[in-house]
């Protein structure tokens, strides 16, 4: 008896294939053979592994070079927590932090496989990125620590993307303002008081010496993606 997977980033592709000519005939079938061959400590990110790998919107190398297991933490308790206690995921080249707006765990994990796209040495940000924004709803948000040049390029995604420049912009907005470019059409009376008390000293606390942004408007594709 073959020893269950315990990686979907190691899916061998004779798997693939096979469980691919049984969801021809019956996508139920597939995804319970699936189940079958996957290790319980697997099972949260089946769902998402199933559609975009097994059903061809991702390809597997994409995947397997991806960590799928990011951690989820929602906005306001991201907000409530200083920067440098934020959880970390460590990739070699950087480190990253991924946080889901106000979901649960497994809600985020639905997302896990468009998020795999995220490789330095693919197009992601001008095309693959279109994948990713399909779930606007999930609105990922990414933090990117790049410890080689101690330089930290922090990237809020609410419905768009962007960088932030350390400039007379960032220095005069307000939270309103940095919101409303982060979040167009998004209320700050939906976040608590302690939300935005918090997110004020999250905005002054990038804005220190101790961190180098920058604003690119598109830097993760073209802004019509996000529309």
Known sequence: MMEKISNLNEFPDFLLERIRRIMREDKFSAYRYLESVVDESQRRYLMAFFRDVIGGKVEAAEWRRANCRVISISVESMLRTPVKEWPLIDRGDGIFIQIMPNLSYDDADTVAGS?????????????????????????????????????????????????????????????????????????????????????????????????????????????????
């Open 115 to 227: 998020l795999a796209l995220y490789d330095e040495s693919l197009s992601y940000r001008s095309e693959n990125v279109r994948f990713t924004m399909r779930y606007r709803e999930f609105s990922p948000v990414f933090v990117n620590d790049v410890v080689a040049s101690s330089r930290r390029y922090i990237a809020y995604r609410f419905y768009r993307c962007f960088l932030v420049e350390n400039d007379a912009f960032l220095k005069s907005a307000t939270v309103e303002d940095m919101v409303e470019l982060a979040y167009p059409g998004f209320s700050m009376d939906s976040l608590s008081i302690d939300a935005r008390v918090a997110l004020t000293g999250l905005l002054a606390e990038v804005n220190s010496s101790e961190y180098k942004i920058n604003y690119t408007p598109g830097f993760w594709g073209k802004d019509e993606v996000y529309q």
